[in-house]
Structure formats: C-alpha cells, structure tokens
C-alpha cells in the first residue's frame, strides 16, 4: 500500500510575512488528500534544522510512497563577474557561474574574513543558505527510496531584495539581496559560495557532477524562472481578511481546493479529479492564476511533468470525452474544464472512439464541431454542432473524442456588482474578460464598483481608472466600462507574455535604463526588478547591447496602469536591429553629443486623479528575425496581411483582437522565429508630488 509523506518548510527570514500561513493551508490540503505530514518551520527552519527534517524523511521513506517537500520562503542568487571560459581548455563540467540557494532563518552576511564558525582558512565563508547543489544531492537521496517524488519551492533566484512600491503594505517579493557593493561586491559573495561548495566536496558532503536538473524522478515546481521575482501578498482567504501568502501556493491551493469545483471536489470526493490530471496541465491554470496580479512571475514545472499528482504514472494524451447532456440533441457536456486549458469560445473537433489524433483531420471521420459556452474547473458545457444535420450525423450514445481545433484567448476574471444586469451582459459577450468564477478566488484583474451616483472600475492594486454617472450608465453607456476593462485586458496579456521552448530565444543583449540629467548626461540608473520609481517630466534613456553573436531585434512597448500600450521604439518599424556588438541608445541627441532623452509623461486616462503614484513597466520583445508588432498599439486591428504571418505575429494579433487562434498550426523548423522578453516595472509618480518615493 502506497503512503503519503510530506516535508512542509516555512522560513519567514526577513520579515516575510506569509510562509507561516502558507504551510498552515498546504498542511490541511496535503492531510486532505491522505498525506502524513511533517514541518520545519520559523526558529527551527534553521540551516542545519532543514536539513536535519529532510534526512528525517528521507528515513521514514519506503519504495512505494509518494513523497512531497514544500519551501515557502527567500531565494537568493550569487553570480560570478568573471566572464566565462571559452577556451577549448575550459574544463568538462564547466565550472558553475551562479549558485541559487534557501535562505534559512539563521542566514546572515558572508563574505567576510572572520566570520566563519570553523578555525581553518575557510572560516571567513560563513554561509548558511542551502545551495542548489545541496539540494540535488538531497534530492537524489529521497528518489533513492522512492521515484515518486515532488519538490514545490515558493521562493525565487532572483539574486535581489526588493518592495511592490505600488502596493507596499499588500505585496512583497520573495528574494534576499546578494548583490552590494564595496567589500561585499556579487563577486567577493560568488567567490565565498564557491570556496564553501569545495568545503563541502572535500568533506564528502556533496558529489562534484549534481543537479537538480539530471534526476529524473522528480517533479520540480518553481515559483518563478531564474531571474524573476516571486511575490507574497495580502487578500482574504477562506473568509479571513488581510491573510499574506505567497503567489505560486495560493494560486496552486486554489487550483487545488477551489471550493466543490477544485480538485479535492465536495465532499466524499477528495482526489476524484486528480486521476486524470497531470502536473503540467495543473501549472497551466496555476500560471493564469499568477499572472492575473503578478504578470511577469512565470511558474515552471520541470522533471517528469506528465505525471498524474503524486503518482508515477503519466498522463499525457490531449484527447477528451464528450457526452450529450440529458435529452438535448445540441448541448452536451466536455470532461475537462478551466484547470486544463478549456475555455469559452474553445472550439474542438468531434471523432467516433478509435480515431487517433494523426487521423483527427479526414472530414469523413469527423462529426461535427463543439463550441465551448460555458466552463467549470473540471467541466465544460459545449454546443454540437454536426458536420452533416441533414445526413444524421449526431453524437453516439456512448460519446465520443474532442481534439482541439481552436484555441480562445483567456478571458481575464472581473467582479460584478450583482445590481447591473447591462453591464454583467456586456462583460458576458465580452472577448477579453469575464465574470468572476469560484474557482478564481480573489484572484481577479478588475472590479466594477457601484455607488448611488455613479459606477467605476478598478485595476487590481486598487486605482480607479474609468467610472461613469449613473444616468450614463442608464443610458447604455456602461459599454465604456466594459471597454475600459478590455483595454486592462489586453495589456495583462501584454505583460504576462512569455516564450514556450520551440520558440524560446538565447540572447546576451544588455539592457540599461536611466534618467537624463539636464545638461544631457547620464543621471541616476534606475533598477529593473520594480522597486524603482520616475517622475512625470523626467527625461530617461534606454541603452540596448548586445554581446551575443547573433543579431537580435527589439521591439520596447510601455504598459500604465489602465493597460494602455504604446510603442517606445517608434523609428524601427521592425524593431531595433543590433548585430552582434552592436550598441543602441534612444534617447540620444542627433547630430551632437550627449543625450537628449525620452520625455515621461502620465496616462491622459488618468488624468483626473494624480493623487498617488501608478505603475508603469516597459515591456521588451527580443526576436531572433525582423516581425511587426506594430498592431500591439492599435485595440481591434490584427495583424498585417502578409501571405504567412510567424507564430508570434499571430499570438499577439489574437491578443489585439481577442480572437482565437489555430491549435494545429506549425511553422517550419528553419522558419521558426525565436524570442524572449524583458520587464522593467516601476511606479510613475505625478509631477508635483504629494508622496516621496524614497
């Protein structure tokens, strides 16, 4: 018989507030679904209490249990200045040029000469993080005594600490600095995590050739990718008000216990979904989830990621049943829903039993088509529509297959007030957003609020950004609302925009982002991971470099707070193009020296309320070929009507207009166009300010 155990870690190191409540709901949920759990949190989350619990676990291991350990807490990130080897003598496996680690309670400064707790030459190491490295050996031990292991970490590598400065009090990151200057340069800390790894080999703790990355047997989730930020934040939970939890574990319980549409199900139904559920497919609905307030923290899964949650079975088929509904000859029900990628507007091809997805696309197979109307978590209710009506063709009794044949736009979830049936229609036909479900949660990307006088709208952190008079809103002019709302939408969609792996770029272009003094230097450089801050009227510059041998273009959008996008790289109707070595600057002064500076300016949609500072982030789109995105700036244009559009002119243009795109369609192999993307959030302070941003 197969028993469940679990590790559940909780380092609230640094005034994190939320690790505490996040192994409090991951305990319930884990014991819910049949775990026998155990914790190491707060005083004793310790280096050497981490550690201690793990070695505990891995004890009470036997071949067929599964087997979970959860971190809530820091990340941290040391890198190495020197530039990498690329000699033909450079050593096999090269040596690492960044570490990643834990931050445990008792984690301090290191780095410095003498404040170690050994009396050799090491002493001045003193580093008390739980290093990647350490971790694949631990790893590889638990899959030692068991392949059916799951490692969840909700923390991140961004190697920064940081503030949200647009919601201080609500939302904080899930990063610990590394990086200062002076005695404690990155390098000075690379070189003292470096010198503790080879501690560690010499003794015998830790093989030279682990990682992570090689095991086989283990499912990894990860908060964020390397170099993002992961957030906690503030909200109500289970009816409990001002409740700090991380991102990535709210959005996974959610997923999980999402009231009786979740996973676990009512009651007397725990676990009834999860046989055919995979944990790729869960992280798909986990990362909408993320994005709606945090649109730049991508969650990964990595390792075996077709696996059934905490099985070792995989489940990798993306075939569903469907089945009439009652007596109806048109509604009839799809078994998948939101948590694996059903959504409205979904539209799927119907085969009899037996027809594999090669054969999916020979029209006499066929049956007919099913339009997405509705959807549950799990469940999806679809109009049939039959190939041939006349000739009979219908749904058999037994059911039948759905492949999926076009894939909608994810529509982002708003809050209603219950009073305004117009509205609540308007939102019900809308192409970008929709009505709140249980299963979202408090997770929502607006919310329509009404007084006697009037009915506004609010972005997620709370700003106002579009209301009407209560005779407008009588007069049908609500639709503006609701377009408002759309606008948000398709900048969220904008923001959370990532690269799969087939089109994923490679790139070493650097970029650098400051302020223009007035005598046309460079002034103070502003950071990138969003606890930076402008002022309207300022002057900034952006300086792209690429150090890569391949040419890359770059497209610079600017995001505000209503969602509004504009094109900050204008003279280049295909993008900056920088061949290798090549350095561009906008916001350089033509024909003389010096810098002349891209002017700031505050969103005329919110021109009527510049009492508090709003968020601004400039969004950088790395492609591997010239493109035209130019359509991202205009709301209801696609784009352009060239013979054979790349894969991500077509996902941005389904962005624009909302509509749905082809799931089959490939590009060519040779004919890929690669790309990455770049964030730089800040908040944008009004011209006179009535806050210090310091």
């Known amino acids: 018989m197969t028993d469940k155990k679990a ?20 305990d319930r949920v884990l014991r819910g679904m049949g775990f026998e759990t155990f914790r190491c949190s707060g005083p004793n989350a310790t280096r050497a209490g981490i550690l201690e619990a793990w070695e505990q676990l891995i004890n009470k291991v036997s071949a067929d249990d599964a087997v979970v350990v959860y971190y809530s807490g820091h990340g941290g990130l040391v890198t190495s200045t020197e530039p990498p080897d690329r000699s033909f003598e450079a050593p096999d496996p090269p040596t690492p040029w960044r570490y990643q680690f834990l931050v445990p309670m008792d984690f301090g400064e290191f780095g410095k000469v003498g404040g170690g707790d050994n009396n050799d030459e090491d002493s001045r190491t003193d580093f008390r993080g739980i290093l990647d490295v350490e971790l694949s050996a631990l790893v590889k031990d638990t899959t030692a005594r068991s392949p059916n292991f799951t490692l969840i970490l909700d923390c991140c590598y961004a190697g920064r600490m940081a503030r949200d400065p647009a919601a201080p009090d609500i939302v904080m990151p899930r990063t610990i600095s590394t990086t200062t200057t002076g005695s404690d340069s990155c390098g000075g800390r690379f070189a003292a995590v470096a010198r503790h790894v080879d501690r560690l080999c010499r003794q015998g703790r830790l093989p030279a050739d682990l990682h992570v990355e090689q095991n086989p047997y283990a499912v990894r989730i990860a908060a964020a990718a390397v170099g993002e930020t992961a957030w906690e934040y503030c909200s109500e939970v289970a009816g409990e008000a001002n409740v700090w939890h991380g991102a990535l574990t709210d959005a996974l319980l959610c997923t999980l216990e999402g009231g009786n549409s979740g996973i676990l199900g009512g009651a007397g139904d725990s676990g009834s979904h999860t046989a055919m559920l995979s944990w790729r497919t869960v992280m798909l609905r986990v990362a909408e989830l993320v994005h709606v307030r945090f649109p730049y923290q991508h969650p990964e899964v990595a390792g075996p990621a077709d696996r059934i949650l905490f099985q070792v079975r995989e489940f990798v088929s993306r075939v569903v049943h469907i089945r009439m ?34 054969a999916r696309g020979a029209s006499a197979k066929v049956l007919g088509e099913a339009r997405v109307t509705s959807a549950t978590a799990f469940k999806a209710m679809v109009d049939f529509i039959p190939r041939d009506p006349v000739g009979g063709d219908k749904l058999p009794t037994e059911g039948a297959l759905v492949f999926l044949k076009h894939d909608a736009l994810y529509k982002w979830p708003v809050v209603l007030p219950s009073a305004l049936e117009r509205l609540a229609a308007a939102v019900h036909k809308s192409r970008f957003v929709r009505p709140r479900n249980l299963d979202d949660g408090n997770l929502v990307l607006a919310e329509f609020r009404q007084w006697p006088d009037r009915t506004a709208l609010y972005n997620n952190r709370g700003r106002e950004i579009a209301s009407v008079s209560s005779t407008e809103e009588s007069l049908g002019l609500e639709n503006r609302l609701v377009e408002t709302a759309e606008q948000l939408a398709r900048g969220q969609h904008l923001l959370s925009l990532s690269s799969e792996d087939a089109h994923l770029l490679q790139h070493r272009v650097e970029v650098r ?30 300086e792209l470099i690429n150090r890569g041998l391949e040419t890359i273009h ?18 280049s109707p295909r993008g900056v193009e920088l061949p290798c070595g090549r350095v561009e600057v906008l916001g350089a002064a033509r024909h003389r020296p010096g810098l002349k500076g891209l002017a700031v300016g505050w969103p005329t949609i919110l021109s009527q309320s510049k009492e508090e500072p709003v968020e601004e982030t400039l969004v950088f789109i790395l492609t591997s070929s010239p493109v035209d995105l130019s359509h991202l700036c205009q709301a209801n244009k696609p784009a352009g009507s060239r013979m054979k559009l790349t894969f991500l002119e077509k996902f941005t243009s389904a962005i624009v207009v909302g509509e749905s795109r082809k799931a089959t369609a490939i590009e060519d192999d040779d004919k890929i166009v690669r790309y990455s993307t770049i964030h730089i959030p800040m908040l944008l302070f009004p011209k006179s300010p009535l806050i210090d941003p310091k």
């Open 7 to 26: 590790l559940l870690i909780a380092s609230p190191f640094g005034g994190l507030r939320g690790p505490l409540n996040d192994i409090e709901r991951m």
């Open 325 to 358: 509904e009652g007596n109806s000859t048109a509604s009839a029900i799809i078994q998948a829903g939101r948590v694996s990628g059903v959504r409205e507007g979904n539209i799927y091809s119907v085969v009899p039993f037996g027809i594999d997805e090669a």
């Open 513 to 542: 982002f400051g302020l223009v003094d007035e005598g046309g230097h460079r002034g103070r450089t502003i950071r990138q991971d969003g606890t930076d801050s402008i002022f309207e009227g300022d002057k900034v510059y952006i």
């Open 554 to 571: 770059v497209w610079i959008f600017d995001v505000n707070a209503a969602g509004q996008i504009k094109l900050v790289s204008k003279s």
